[in-house]
Every structure is written in C-alpha cells, then in structure tokens.
C-alpha cells in the first residue's frame, strides 16, 4: 500500500510512503531538507510501522510544534488508523 500523504506545518509538502504487511518499504518526501530527508528515509526501510511511530512522534523541528519525522508518524498513524 501507498499511503499519500500532504504534510502540514512542516518545509516538506508530501510523503510517498511505501508500506507492506506492517513494514516501511520506502519513504519519499518531496520538499524539505533533502539531506536529513535522505537520512530519514534510509533509516526508516525495513522497520515497523508501529516503532516507526513510536520513535518519531512528538519531535519538534525549531518552534513549530511538528517535524518532517513526526509527520510521518501521524502519516503512519492515521493509515493504519483507517485499514
């Protein structure tokens, strides 16, 4: 499944998220900080979804009150919220 996802609140605009029988296949996001964007992307293939939001919830980028990464933990959330 590929979850579709606008962010909001963060420099990025969206996230192509690749996810098969609970794992992260792949991440894309489009916008953003490309370098720390590669890095998150690598690091989250291969793991599961459920420790993918674990770990990245909550994170803070700055004074906003969301990140690129807990982005994807409320991309993540909300999927698997509706399956």
Known sequence: MVIDYQ???VC???MLIDVEDGVVR???VLGGCNGN???ISSLVAGMKVE???DRLSG???GGKPT???DQLARALRQATAKA
Do not use: A, D, Y
């Open 7 to 9: 962010t909001q609140g």
């Open 12 to 14: 990025s605009q969206r």
């Open 26 to 28: 792949s991440l894309q």
């Open 37 to 39: 964007l590669q890095g």
């Open 51 to 53: 420790e993918v939001i």
């Open 59 to 61: 994170i803070r980028c």
């Open 67 to 69: 990140s690129c990464p």
